[in-house]
């Protein structure tokens, strides 16, 4: 009997994973396609591959193609940390935006891009929103070591998160460029708009970093869900795991807000609706989340992209329209732990 | 003996217009507006102009920057400009609106600036302000300069005008009913975000802006103060390739030539006819 829901369910994983697969593949087609001007795929493609710079080819892959990676990269950021951060405080409100990661990231990359650092050193943009992330997590993390309850976890994201903003907007005032406090919208709310090569590069590195990271604590996340005690027993050792998964988070989620602004709630309702197709374990969710992430923030841009508003819409309006429920419905569900 | 009353009559008349007329210039001037602040500097000394903005002396925003420092900058918050004690207040007609009622509930004398977006218009309002402060005549001379200035740049046009876009920070463009579009033609180019429909100030997607296969991009501030997201478009690699593919002249303008309308706009368009000469020749 285990050994056949167990079977079932890894089918039903594999199956999952070849969907979101095959859904993000159509996805990234369609958004080569999708802009502000029509152009002619074929002969753009064909310009690409033989290596003729016409305006098409400069269309697909300077402008498109880095949006539609970098929609990718941070999605999958944004879902997986959700996941795994979830699978640390077993808590299925931990989500880098809500308990204020995101934040805090978005102050550290503003205090290094507003002040010249980031363009002596373009490498300190990412690192800055490293830096801004890593400070947030171990907070939270010592702060909901012994009282693991949902309601500490959420106050203390509302702290950190109100204290990380009010921060970005006074180092935006201080900013000595005149755009700067303008500029705080794209900070709490994220765009992918204009995005470039460069961006990609950038990130690249400490992303595939913080997702080794978090994927290696994949199996020790599906035995902590026993309980730490059974995890110890069997042999997982938390500290290895939590310093996994919290520089992990940090590297990923502080490199994807530092080029694209917070994008709030992707953490949160990905690893929700994909619970139950992996039976629970948070250890198998990881993976289909970072897929599922990837699905919902490159879907969100197409749809910004296609929206006829004057200016685009920020990408962190439309994960909130669709985030800010579940987040309620989540709250509602576990309403009995709140007495904790 | 009548005739020698009737000149009395008439000298004493003329004596009353003299004094009215010197007693109702105004002798306390205070501006609340970058734009009103290089108009008034134009025609006014630091005696009669007493008050203008700290914006005035930012060579970025700013055309008349250096000349600001010779008048005193306030910080543009009420008390000050009421301690200033000011018997004309010239403000924008859409920046400071707050402050601009407060003035005239308090029993100030206003006079409010409109934003011009032809030449002609720039004309009509220096000629405005000249009789509001006083100075008509100066005002004529400053008309009269600014014309003759526009009679050479519009000699030296080209025939053939090329297509010009202009993109800001942000990825704004000016079109239509923009004293930048006026620019433009004056300088004798084509603006495209007019040829596209574009009023006003507005945004033009950076696909768009490619597209539109411009000869000339006009590229705000790209050289100043680079640290911000809203700058980081205009060194967007896509335009540097396109610049790179279709050979086009990417002309970095500062902002203080067109932040405002006025006598700068001339000096604006002056400044990409010699870009684009220098380019050609």
Redesign the interface.
């Known amino acids: 009997m285990q050994v056949k829901t167990s079977l079932n369910t890894r089918r039903q994983e594999t199956l999952l994973t070849l969907m979101l697969t095959s859904i993000l593949f159509i996805l990234f087609a369609f958004s080569l396609v999708v802009?502000?001007?029509n152009?002619n795929i074929i002969n753009g493609l064909s310009d690409i591959f033989n290596n003729k710079?016409?305006?098409n080819a400069?269309?697909f892959e300077?402008?498109r193609l880095p949006r539609t990676l970098l929609a990718m990269l941070i999605g999958a950021s944004l879902g997986l940390s959700g996941a795994a951060l979830q699978g640390m405080v077993r808590n299925p409100l931990a989500e880098p935006g809500v308990i204020g990661v995101s934040a805090s990231a978005a102050l550290g990359a503003v205090i290094v891009?507003?002040?010249?650092l980031?363009?002596a050193i373009p490498m300190a943009l990412p690192l800055g929103g490293i830096a801004g992330a890593l400070v947030a997590v171990l907070f939270l993390y010592l702060l909901t070591k012994n009282n693991n309850s949902m309601l500490t976890l959420i106050l203390a994201g509302v702290a950190v998160s109100s204290l990380a903003s009010a921060l970005t907007a006074l180092a935006l005032n201080l900013?000595?460029?005149p755009?700067?406090s303008?500029?705080i919208f794209?900070w709490l709310m994220g765009s992918l708009?204009?995005r470039?090569?460069?961006h990609v590069w950038l990130i690249l590195p400490a992303t595939l970093l913080g997702w080794w990271l978090m994927l290696s604590t994949r199996r020790d996340l599906d035995v902590l869900s026993l309980g730490e005690d059974t995890a110890q027993s069997l042999g997982v050792q938390l500290q290895k795991l939590n310093k996994r998964i919290i520089l992990g988070a940090a590297l990923a989620v502080g490199a994807a807000v530092s080029v694209s602004g917070g994008i709030g709630f992707v953490g949160l309702v990905v690893p929700h609706l994909l619970r139950r197709y992996v039976g629970y374990q948070p250890g198998r969710l990881l993976l289909s989340s970072a897929l599922g992430g990837a699905v919902l923030l490159l879907a969100a841009d197409i749809t910004v992209r296609l929206l006829p508003t004057?200016?685009?819409l920020k990408i962190g309006v439309l994960t909130a329209l669709l985030g800010a429920p579940f987040f309620l419905h989540l709250i509602l569900k576990s309403k009995r732990e709140w007495a904790s | 003996m009548k005739l020698k009353k009737t000149w009395l009559l008439i000298s004493f008349f003329f004596a009353l217009l003299i004094s009215v007329n010197v007693f109702a210039k105004p002798q306390r001037i205070v501006s609340l507006n970058l734009c009103a602040d290089q108009l008034l500097m134009a025609l006014l000394p630091p005696e009669q102009l007493i008050g203008i903005t700290q914006l005035a002396s930012d060579p970025e925003a700013s055309y008349r920057y250096q000349e600001a420092s010779q008048y005193y900058q306030h910080t543009s918050r009420i008390e000050e400009i009421m301690a200033l004690k000011p018997d004309l207040v010239v403000v924008g007609e859409f920046t400071a609106q707050p402050t601009n009622q407060l003035l005239e509930e308090l029993g100030y004398k206003v006079i409010k600036l409109g934003l011009p977006v032809t030449i002609e218009e720039i004309f009509q309002q220096v000629i405005f302000l000249g009789e509001h402060i006083g100075e008509p005549t100066q005002a004529e001379k400053l008309v009269l300069n600014m014309r003759e200035e526009l009679a050479k740049i519009t000699a030296l046009r080209e025939k053939e005008p090329k297509r010009a876009v202009v993109y800001y920070a942000n990825g704004f463009t000016a079109g239509q009913h923009t004293i930048v579009n006026e620019i433009l033609n004056i300088a004798g180019l084509d603006n495209i975000a007019t040829e596209l429909g574009l009023n006003f100030v507005a945004p033009l997607s950076l696909e768009s802006l490619l597209a539109s296969k411009p000869d000339i991009l006009l590229l705000g501030r790209l050289n100043e103060n680079t640290d911000s997201l809203a700058h980081q478009v205009l060194r967007h690699e896509a335009i540097n390739q396109y610049a790179a593919l279709r050979q086009v002249q990417k002309i970095m303008i500062p902002d203080r030539y067109w932040s405002c309308a006025g006598p700068s706009s001339l000096a604006a368009a002056s400044y990409l006819q010699q870009h684009l000469l220098r380019k050609t020749h």
Not at chain 1, 113 to 116: C, S
């Open positions: 802009g502000d001007v152009i710079s016409t305006l400069i269309i300077e402008i891009f507003y002040f010249g980031a363009s900013s000595p460029n755009y700067a303008l500029e794209f708009a204009d470039s090569f460069t004057q200016q685009e």
